[in-house]
């Protein structure tokens, strides 16, 4: 069962006015600075046909006003992200939000040594297993890439390892180009019976990232329209940065990289109206001192909450940057910055949250860390939920009957909801000489042995095809 997000309160960082504004600016960015899109020579000619004015020796396109507006709503407002266990079926239906990892890291900590080591197809496997045995994920991302196999083919053996690993669905967020979106739609098709059960219900998503300030890289496009005409769907996401690859000012950023999500997901129409599309960010600043990204302050959060506001203005699900903590170690820092992140995230009514597990600015994957991450989650999911009130809640039959000066522990009313009180995972509650009895121990500390329980039990469901998926991967490497 997956522990979604149920929405009761929520939080907005943009009037009306000033979405209508950023709306008003991205249009005018598409007009009149355009968006570099390579694109064959068929594809620029459909795009003048619709009155898409384009520059094909710089490889730029202008989209008019209306052209974007058109294109957008033919873009479905809900659909399903469909999992090998249909159990673990996602509904993008605008009333709920889920959580997943974060991609795509290249160094992990040991869950067994505590040292940093390189990041593998073996360790993938070992995080996305944790994954699909915690509630709090939804849906799986690449969390560390497969750096030990053969880089051409990557993708396709993190989708193996993811795979093998969760009947979760898979956003298959590495595969950026059209050989390896072509061998992740065989894969995916494989295990799910054939092209029009995945067609029926895709059981992978994708999403190509626009590369800031205002371009797109050619082969991810061509990969996107692969997904897309395959059913799968697929939606678009901003990395911009603040200072460097875009305005300083918030207000600057955001209109950019709302351009930026707009222009792929009209482009995206255009070819192939009516494919599940979604506006996904991580929009950031720069760390000024240094020249890195900010990974956790102010600016992101309110990027994060205005990026899922813009989505909803659009009438598509909305994918953003969650935790991913620019802290060196599972710490008071990362439990700052991923607090204050999961909060505003949930409360902006974020339909995908990625980013569980990742430190150092999403560089490296803690199998602690995605432990305290999903505790933050659980703590701020169940804020978000609000208060049940109704005549079973209001108690008052039971209340009459303790009446002054007595307790609640023996009544029935109290048996029947004592197990909806939340319980931690990680977080220690025990008195404090318990605790130092136990060796004081720390939340990662706790964390980490929790890890290597769920590593050492947990069993997911097995992959029926998983020697068909290992004999395509073998046809790609010899491509």
Known sequence: MINAVHWKSEMEVLTPQEVAAIHEASLHILWHTGILMPLDEDKYDRLQDLGVKVDREKQKVYFPPQIVEEALKKAPQKYTLYARNPENDLPL???KGYLTLDGCGNQVIDPDTGELKASSKEYLGQAVRLADALPQVGF???CISAQDCNPKIQPLHELQAMLVNSSKHVQAMTAVDPLNAKGTVEIAAAVAGGRENLRKRPIISNFQCSISPLSYDGHGLEAALIFAEAGVPTGFMNMQIGCSTAPATLAGNLALGNAEIVAGMAFLQIFCPGTPTF???CATMMELRRGGVTCGGPEDFLLQAASAQMAHFYGVPA????FATGAKASNWHAGVENAVSGAVS?????DMMCGAGLINGARIFSFE??????EIYEIVRRVTQGILVNPETLALDVIDRVGSRNHYLVEEHTINHLREVWQPTVIDRSLYDEWVAKGKPTPDKIARE?????LAQHRPEPLENEALVAEIIRDYEKM
Request: charged share 20%; hydrophobic share 35%; with cysteine.
């Open 279 to 281: 506006y996904g960010s």
């Open 450 to 454: 929790k890890a290597k329980e769920i």
């Open 369 to 374: 860390q995605c432990l305290m991450d999903c």
């Open 346 to 350: 949930m409360f902006s009514k974020a």
């Open 140 to 142: 799986l991302w690449p």
């Open 319 to 322: 994918n953003v940057g969650t």
């Open 93 to 95: 239906d605008g009333t």
